[in-house]
């Protein structure tokens, strides 16, 4: 009945419709009616990309190419001969830049494989039969390995290493003792490459991006990038003045996560750990930087120590890469001098403490000015059986910012997103996160808001500590945690400068590389009592805060958080 009478009211509105357009019609006469009926207009003609505003439906016409003669007009014809060049016009042959088609079946599966030079290099690669190939070389060393003070016994002076892998990041494929930086980036371009270099507190790596035929003649230049820099003072002081401008719009996400690890990794009798040093030169450092510096840093750390470097890459046949590697850093070998390197790297202890920075404000903010923090706790490095349960953890409680499209694996249904962004309309962003080194982590979460509601943001933050830590996490989130790490590694591996890079760091870190089957394996094997002793060990330690924002008075103390894990959060009252 209720179906009839809507079908019913919908054909009455359209005949009501249509009387009134009758209606609107101006009358003609009977005569003017005769004679457009013995005469009518010819039917008109649209093309398919005309829209008028019309009645009758549109006479679409196409056009055939047979239908053109190219006789009809030679002129026109004459005019559109092209030469084409003799590089590029498909012959019987295949050019030597293409290269063949091979059967499918005499292809090899693609894995890892690993060859150690004479001198200890390692080479890591794997063939993915790409037309592009990702080589670099990654080198084991960081921003943890510098000194404020650095006795340089090759110039019997003293000279401040503190900022530079930042420096030597920006110095990275600029001039060397045989190329100009302009003459670098003009055969990269020609090459139809791309290049970069990036480093972190135990590593750095150098990178380039290039079309296979092109592969040799770039690696030779990174080799030369590497070995034979020339860092002028020149260079160095331009890329000081970009240092300065980095420092003065730095994201207060980096920021905080500075003060997480110099918190968390505290001075110990008034000396400075090595986790606990920054990473990016800071501006006191900034001053004391020289090309010297650089020079210092790279005669301890790399020329003289072939075991630390690793030659990385996919898309190209690994004999090919270890005949690349063998020419380039095959001649390097460790002297006297180096062999006490191995006590380079100190262990750093875990401290806990608080770090708090308040930012003057923007004098012409894009947007309001939010306050951040960050509670943090120590977890077990890369060498650590909890390493992947806490990946696992950090993916169940997910999060991120307030505004997402959603959609597949973006986490929309993460504790985190459902618990504290659709919860609390004032949180503007909350975020689980880790960071691991070789003796020991953090995990912990992040969130932002408007300083009024910084102090709800962190007792939300904390709650969810004490809610891992007596309630096991369900079967369900379990579950759906485990996928998505499994779906992002494997969605990551996909590209062949994340495989380029997982292959180089992994065979530094472990001196192997773990294939995708046996870390899925690893993932699904995490179970709730792992998550729940994960944090408990956690939770036992002292926690890290930090905060970083225009006000922060409102942000508690570290103390006040401590507090508040060891004897619970009150129960809130409503009246």
Request: aromatic share 6%; net charge negative; proline share 6%.
């Given at each position: 009945m209720i179906?009839?009478?809507?079908a019913?009211r919908a054909?009455?509105?359209?005949s009501?419709?249509r009387?009134?357009?009758?209606?609107?019609?101006?009358?003609?006469?009977?005569?003017?009616a005769?004679?457009?009926?013995?005469s009518?207009?010819p039917?008109?003609?649209?093309?398919?990309?005309?829209?008028?505003d019309?009645q009758?439906?549109?006479?679409?016409?196409?056009?055939?190419?047979?239908?053109?003669s190219?006789?009809?007009?030679?002129?026109?014809?004459?005019s559109?001969?092209?030469?084409?060049s003799?590089t590029?016009?498909?012959?019987?042959?295949?050019?030597?830049?293409?290269?063949?088609n091979?059967?499918?079946?005499?292809l090899?599966?693609p894995?890892?494989?690993?060859?150690?030079?004479p001198?200890?290099?390692?080479?890591?690669?794997?063939?993915?039969?790409?037309?592009?190939?990702?080589?670099?070389?990654?080198?084991?060393?960081?921003?943890?390995?510098?000194?404020d003070?650095?006795?340089?016994?090759?110039?019997?002076?003293?000279?401040?290493?503190?900022?530079?892998?930042?420096?030597?990041e920006?110095l990275?494929?600029?001039s060397?003792?045989?190329?100009?930086?302009?003459?670098?980036?003009?055969?990269m371009?020609?090459l139809?490459?791309?290049?970069?270099?990036?480093s972190?507190?135990?590593?750095m790596?150098y990178?380039v991006?290039?079309?296979?035929?092109?592969?040799n003649?770039?690696?030779?230049?990174?080799?030369e990038?590497?070995k034979?820099?020339?860092?002028?003072p020149?260079?160095?002081?331009?890329m000081?003045?970009?240092?300065?401008?980095?420092?003065?719009?730095?994201?207060?996400?980096?920021l905080?996560?500075?003060?997480?690890?110099?918190?968390?990794y505290?001075?110990?009798?008034?000396?400075?750990?090595?986790l606990?040093?920054?990473?990016?030169?800071?501006?006191?450092?900034?001053?004391?930087?020289?090309?010297?510096?650089?020079?210092?840093?790279?005669e301890?750390?790399?020329l003289h120590?072939?075991?630390?470097?690793?030659v990385?890459?996919?898309?190209?046949?690994?004999?090919?890469?270890?005949?690349?590697?063998?020419?380039n850093f095959?001649?390097?070998?460790?002297?006297s001098?180096?062999?006490?390197?191995?006590?380079r790297t100190?262990?750093s202890?875990y401290?806990?403490?608080?770090?708090r920075?308040?930012?003057?404000?923007?004098p012409?903010?894009?947007?309001?000015e939010?306050?951040?923090v960050?509670?943090?706790f120590?977890v077990?490095?890369?060498?650590?059986?909890?390493?992947?349960p806490?990946?696992?953890?950090?993916?169940l409680?997910?999060?991120g910012?307030?505004?997402?499209?959603?959609?597949p694996?973006?986490?929309?249904?993460?504790r985190?997103?459902?618990?504290?962004?659709?919860m609390?309309?004032?949180?503007e962003?909350?975020?689980?996160?880790?960071?691991?080194?070789?003796?020991?982590?953090?995990?912990?979460?992040?969130?932002?808001?408007?300083?009024?509601?910084?102090?709800e943001?962190?007792?939300?933050?904390?709650e969810?500590?004490?809610?891992?830590?007596d309630?096991?996490?369900t079967?369900e989130e379990?579950?759906?945690?485990r996928?998505?790490?499994?779906?992002?590694v494997?969605?990551q591996?996909?590209?062949?400068?994340?495989?380029?890079?997982?292959?180089?760091?992994?065979?530094?870190?472990?001196g192997?590389?773990?294939?995708?089957?046996?870390?899925?394996a690893?993932?699904?094997?995490?179970?709730?009592?792992?998550?729940?002793?994960?944090?408990?060990?956690?939770?036992?330690?002292p926690?890290?805060?930090?905060t970083?924002?225009?006000?922060?008075?409102?942000?508690?103390?570290v103390?006040?958080?401590?507090?508040?894990?060891?004897?619970?959060?009150?129960?809130?009252?409503?009246?």
């Amino acid at each position: 009945m209720i179906a009839a009478s809507r079908a019913a009211r919908a054909a009455r509105l359209f005949s009501s419709g249509r009387l009134v357009y009758a209606a609107r019609t101006p009358k003609r006469s009977f005569a003017a009616a005769q004679t457009q009926a013995s005469s009518p207009e010819p039917a008109k003609i649209f093309s398919e990309n005309e829209f008028p505003d019309r009645q009758e439906p549109p006479v679409i016409t196409r056009n055939n190419a047979a239908d053109f003669s190219s006789s009809a007009n030679p002129t026109h014809t004459k005019s559109k001969q092209y030469t084409i060049s003799p590089t590029r016009c498909i012959g019987p042959e295949r050019p030597a830049h293409i290269p063949p088609n091979v059967p499918l079946e005499s292809l090899e599966v693609p894995d890892t494989k690993i060859t150690t030079l004479p001198n200890g290099v390692r080479v890591g690669s794997m063939e993915n039969y790409s037309q592009v190939s990702s080589v670099g070389v990654l080198l084991d060393f960081g921003s943890r390995h510098e000194l404020d003070q650095y006795k340089d016994h090759s110039t019997n002076t003293t000279v401040s290493t503190a900022g530079v892998n930042h420096l030597m990041e920006l110095l990275a494929f600029q001039s060397t003792k045989i190329h100009s930086g302009e003459e670098i980036r003009t055969i990269m371009e020609n090459l139809g490459g791309a290049s970069f270099a990036t480093s972190s507190r135990e590593q750095m790596m150098y990178c380039v991006d290039v079309l296979r035929p092109n592969v040799n003649e770039a690696f030779n230049l990174l080799g030369e990038v590497i070995k034979c820099p020339r860092i002028e003072p020149a260079e160095v002081e331009e890329m000081k003045q970009v240092i300065d401008f980095q420092l003065m719009d730095m994201m207060p996400e980096i920021l905080m996560g500075e003060g997480l690890q110099m918190a968390g990794y505290g001075p110990i009798n008034g000396e400075l750990q090595q986790l606990g040093r920054p990473h990016f030169c800071t501006a006191e450092s900034l001053l004391n930087l020289t090309a010297q510096s650089v020079h210092s840093f790279r005669e301890r750390h790399l020329l003289h120590k072939p075991e630390g470097i690793v030659v990385s890459g996919s898309g190209i046949s690994h004999d090919a890469l270890v005949e690349l590697a063998a020419a380039n850093f095959g001649h390097i070998s460790p002297t006297s001098t180096n062999n006490n390197n191995a006590s380079r790297t100190i262990p750093s202890i875990y401290t806990g403490g608080e770090y708090r920075l308040q930012r003057p404000p923007n004098p012409n903010p894009a947007k309001d000015e939010f306050t951040h923090v960050a509670i943090a706790f120590e977890v077990g490095g890369w060498h650590s059986p909890d390493l992947v349960p806490t990946c696992v953890l950090q993916t169940l409680l997910g999060g991120g910012s307030s505004f997402s499209a959603g959609g597949p694996g973006k986490g929309m249904y993460s504790r985190l997103y459902r618990e504290i962004l659709n919860m609390y309309r004032w949180a503007e962003s909350a975020e689980a996160f880790s960071s691991f080194h070789s003796e020991s982590g953090l995990w912990g979460i992040s969130g932002s808001c408007k300083p009024q509601k910084i102090r709800e943001m962190t007792r939300a933050m904390v709650e969810h500590f004490l809610k891992l830590k007596d309630v096991c996490v369900t079967d369900e989130e379990l579950d759906r945690a485990r996928n998505m790490l499994k779906c992002n590694v494997l969605t990551q591996l996909e590209s062949r400068l994340v495989l380029f890079e997982d292959i180089g760091r992994q065979i530094l870190t472990y001196g192997k590389r773990e294939d995708a089957l046996t870390m899925c394996a690893k993932i699904d094997a995490v179970t709730k009592e792992d998550i729940q002793k994960v944090v408990h060990r956690a939770i036992e330690k002292p926690p890290t805060l930090s905060t970083v924002g225009i006000d922060i008075k409102n942000v508690p103390k570290v103390e006040e958080v401590t507090q508040w894990l060891g004897q619970g959060l009150p129960k809130k009252s409503w009246f």
